[in-house]
């Protein structure tokens, strides 16, 4: 397995909303690919979403964002209110308890 780790900096006040659009779209998203974890920051770098996502291999992850793009109620409705995004390809370490 690997990951994709999604991190989103939003406009001041916007995490709430962000969520909301977010949680309205992610069922349409999930017949793609799993979605392992979701938070947003209360301390330290303020206004952030990250998610994370599980894929089998980069093949895989090519393959979804592909099938996942032409769905017209993927990704949600969440560009005005992003500011930066960095995503970030993870390999679990032999002893992770994410596999």
Do not use: C
Not at 40 to 50: A, R, V
């Amino acid at each position: 397995m690997i990951y994709e780790m999604r991190t989103y900096t939003l406009k001041p006040g916007s995490v709430d909303t962000v969520e909301k659009l977010f949680a309205e779209s992610l069922p349409h998203r999930l017949k793609y690919s799993k979605l392992t974890a979701f938070w947003h920051t209360e301390i330290g770098p303020l206004n952030q979403i990250i998610h994370l996502w599980e894929y089998n291999d980069l093949n895989h992850r090519t393959e979804v964002r592909a099938k996942s793009m032409k769905d017209p109620n993927w990704p949600p409705k969440i560009a005005e209110y992003i500011v930066e995004m960095e995503s970030k390809i993870l390999i679990p370490a032999a002893f992770s308890p994410i596999k």
